[in-house]
């Protein structure tokens, strides 16, 4: 009996342990029941597919209302000192989509997909991607739901949004209550992840052999390599571009203040407070950090627009697509669009994964199973790119408010000159 309860209490403090643990156990469980069984590890492959199919189910709708709600409830009269950083977030997010695409050509990936089938047709350059997209563009916006055209869905959503900021107040209140409830059937389903996982983890490697192992451990390098490359690399240039000298003292202090707190609460929005008390005793202006850190946790995507490209790029590289130049190009912009929609909750940039596979003509029982291999793999990935995304958000903002003061201060000494002569 005491044995029974000791278990029950264990499995009470699991379930209500971090998620990060429970993929841990998930993904631990599933290699396990692989390596013993792999009669029992196919069955359990039902899990995985009910995780799966709930992903497919939930997502169109999530792009849909969060994109409505975001435009709709967008307040004009933005501080005009804060469009320098919101430059700064947006060129970040797009370089790192443009980084994670060269990387992806020097360093192919391949995924282990359960299932896909033969007859996709890919596009065969950037003239059909573009047909392909206007198409998308003017389909029925209930048929995209259905059949999760997310590039149908997203201009549907952005249309419906502008419109919407005519409405009344109370209207676009009720947008926002829909977007957090769907956010919420989110959370659930993103519960169930570390069930899900279990069931994908077993049945894969019971039916392909642990060599999957393998390329999940190089899908993961690659994804960490494309983030450190724009912590250390990218983004210091940006801000050497501003502040016009060596950046690192600041990037290394914003990352141990702000990515190191990041990377282990996983959550942007939850490291704002961090952040905003970061810019307090950097002394910067407050009324630009007031408005320009909460913008951030929302834009400033470098690290899910590295996600969604490498992912897509190694689904169209197992499908057998060929990308051109005009392509890979059109997928950063793309991909970096998708990254700032993204969702604030855990493995919200995989959600927008889909957005982009629909370029290639992926159909979206491939491009969700693309999404479960980045729950598996998720643990690390997500934290390092929370940790980039929410470091580059007082970091910007830091170099902007510097710029502005060098340029202040650079004005005081020539006005003075100018009234003399």
């Given at each position: 009996m005491s044995k029974i309860n000791s278990a029950c209490t264990l499995l009470q403090r699991l379930l209500k342990g971090s998620l990060v643990t429970q993929i841990m156990i998930g993904l631990l469980a599933g290699i396990a029941l692989a390596w013993f069984s792999k009669s029992n590890a196919l069955a359990v492959g039902l899990l995985g597919e009910l995780f799966v199919s709930a992903l497919k189910?939930?997502?169109?709708?999530?792009?849909?209302?969060?994109?409505?709600?975001?435009?709709?409830?967008?307040?004009?009269?933005?501080?005009?000192?804060?469009?320098?950083?919101?430059?700064?977030?947006?060129?970040?997010?797009?370089?790192?989509?443009?980084?994670?695409?060269?990387?992806?050509?020097?360093?192919?990936?391949?995924?282990?997909?359960?299932?896909?089938?033969?007859?996709?047709?890919?596009?065969?350059?950037?003239?059909?991607?573009?047909?392909?997209?206007?198409?998308?563009?003017?389909?029925?916006?209930?048929?995209?739901?259905?059949?999760?055209?997310?590039?149908?869905?997203?201009?549907?959503?952005?249309?419906?949004?502008?419109?919407?900021?005519?409405?009344?107040?109370?209207?676009?209140?009720?947008?926002?209550?829909?977007?957090?409830?769907?956010?919420?059937?989110?959370?659930?389903?993103?519960?169930?992840?570390?069930?899900?996982?279990?069931?994908?983890?077993?049945?894969?490697?019971?039916?392909?052999?642990?060599?999957?192992?393998?390329?999940?451990?190089?899908?993961?390098?690659?994804?960490?390599?494309?983030?450190?490359?724009?912590?250390?690399?990218?983004?210091?240039?940006?801000?050497?571009?501003?502040?016009?000298?060596?950046?690192?003292?600041?990037?290394?202090?914003?990352?141990?203040?702000?990515?190191?707190?990041?990377?282990?609460t996983r959550s942007s929005a939850a490291n704002i407070p961090v952040n905003m008390a970061l810019a307090k005793k950097l002394n910067l202006d407050e009324d630009t950090y007031s408005v320009s850190i909460p913008v951030g946790a929302n834009i400033s995507m470098a690290g899910a627009s590295i996600t969604i490209t490498v992912l897509t790029l190694a689904a169209v590289n197992t499908l057998g697509i060929h990308v051109d130049v005009g392509t890979a190009l059109l997928l950063s912009l793309v991909a970096s669009i998708c990254a700032c929609g993204a969702s604030g909750v855990a493995g919200g940039s995989l959600l927008l994964i889909p957005v982009a596979c629909n370029m290639f003509g992926i159909p979206n029982e491939v491009a969700m199973q693309v999404v479960a291999v980045g729950f598996i793999i998720g643990v690390l990935q997500d934290s390092a790119e929370t940790a980039l995304n929410s470091s580059a958000d007082i970091l910007f903002t830091a170099a902007a408010c510097m710029a502005a003061e060098r340029r202040a201060e650079q004005l005081a000494v020539t006005q003075p000159q100018h009234s003399k002569s």
């Open positions: 189910a939930v997502a169109p709708l999530l792009v849909m209302v969060l994109v409505i709600s975001s435009i709709a409830g967008h307040q004009q009269g933005t501080k005009t000192s804060v469009r320098p950083i919101v430059m700064l977030y947006l060129l970040s997010t797009f370089f790192a989509a443009v980084v994670a695409v060269v990387a992806s050509h020097i360093l192919p990936q391949n995924l282990t997909l359960t299932s896909f089938s033969k007859d996709i047709i890919p596009p065969s350059g950037i003239l059909e991607v573009l047909r392909g997209l206007l198409m998308s563009m003017v389909s029925n916006p209930i048929d995209a739901l259905m059949k999760a055209n997310y590039i149908g869905i997203l201009v549907w959503a952005i249309g419906l949004g502008f419109a919407f900021r005519h409405s009344s107040a109370s209207t676009r209140t009720f947008l926002h209550d829909a977007s957090e409830a769907v956010t919420h059937l989110v959370r659930i389903v993103i519960r169930f992840a570390p069930i899900g996982i279990f069931g994908l983890v077993g049945s894969i490697l019971a039916s392909t052999g642990f060599d999957a192992l393998w390329d999940y451990a190089h899908l993961l390098g690659l994804l960490l390599g494309c983030m450190l490359l724009m912590a250390l690399v990218f983004n210091p240039l940006l801000v050497w571009w501003q502040i016009r000298r060596n950046p690192y003292p600041l990037v290394f202090t914003c990352l141990r203040e702000s990515g190191v707190t990041a990377f282990f």
